[in-house]
């Protein structure tokens, strides 16, 4: 009996992360310019430089894609700050459609612009 030794492509993730990310589930929208129009979802996780989203299946967002993201603030926290959102503007470094099927979701993964 041979055995082969079968050639099996892998995919080689590049940590692009530069700031400790901290696990928040908060409601965000992302407003698509191509679209349009706000998308619904929330946050997984964020940072100083980033953010990862989970969004609607439905969302017609891609990589390269410049998009804002508002972070609604609750009333007091509007009304310390004066403004009922925080908006930053990023770039869609990658769209995750793994969990697609199951969740009805896509993960984006945004990197601010800096200020």
């Given amino acids: 009996m041979e055995l082969f030794e079968r050639s099996v492509p892998m995919d080689t993730l590049v940590e692009q ?10 409601p ?4 698509l310019p191509q679209a349009n129009r706000f998308f619904n979802g929330y946050s997984a996780n964020i940072s100083k430089s980033g953010v990862y989203v989970k969004l609607p299946m439905t969302t017609p967002v891609r990589e390269g894609s410049v998009v804002e993201v508002n972070f609604p603030r609750t009333m007091a926290l509007a009304e310390e700050k004066g403004q009922f959102g925080r908006l930053k503007q990023g770039q869609v470094v990658r769209v995750d459609r793994k969990t697609m099927l199951r969740d009805a979701k896509v993960g984006v993964a945004i990197q601010f612009e800096t200020d």
């Fill in 17 to 26: 992360r530069t700031e400790t990310r901290s696990q928040i589930s908060w």
């Fill in 28 to 31: 965000v929208s992302i407003w």
